[in-house]
């Protein structure tokens, strides 16, 4: 599993601006997950990095979750709105893990209360789920020319100018 230390030594352009957008929105990414007939789902999601784990919780029930539960596969777009992409934005695409850890639960829950006053300490996860990163890829527009930056474990990032 790629931990987000380890993804963000190799990978840290892309850690970078998926970290600034993330921050920029409000920590608001889209979740794309495959629904059950194999169509494709976007959902909006707030995933958070903690322990050293990016993780994607949520509120229970939910349909992006079912998804994830039956087939791990994802993708995690930063939001935006602007189309010249002035601020890049980044991809995130992996596998997740649901890890039942009560402990874990619980410190992520009084994690987020203290960080901004969102009350869930003591309830139950129904998923609790941590990404295992397998690629990633930034756009941003640098001396007017289109950068993609793309990474995937162990090859380092590498750049495509258009």
């Known amino acids: 599993m790629t931990t987000w230390s380890e993804f963000t030594a190799q990978a840290p352009e892309i850690a970078n601006i ?28 707030e995933p958070r990095v ?33 189309t010249m992409v002035g601020d890049g934005d980044a991809k995130l695409f992996g596998t997740v893990t649901d890890l039942p850890d009560k ?3 619980r410190r992520f829950a009084q994690a987020l209360f203290e960080e901004n006053g969102f009350d869930i300490r003591g309830e139950e996860f129904d998923h609790f789920f941590v990404a295992d990163l397998t690629s ?7 001396n007017d020319k289109l950068h993609i ?10 750049v495509v100018e258009r």
């Open 18 to 45: 998926f970290t600034r957008r993330h921050r920029a929105t409000g920590n608001l990414c889209m979740l794309a997950t495959l629904r059950a007939d194999g169509s494709p789902r976007i959902s909006p999601v």
């Open 50 to 82: 903690f322990e050293d784990m990016l993780v994607i919780a949520g509120m229970p029930g939910t349909t992006k979750f079912k998804d994830l539960a039956r087939d791990p596969r994802f993708c995690l777009h930063t939001a935006t709105v602007d």
């Open 103 to 105: 402990e874990v639960h």
């Open 136 to 142: 990633a890829s930034t756009v941003e527009i640098v």
């Open 149 to 158: 930056t793309i990474w995937k474990p162990g090859e380092g990032e590498r």
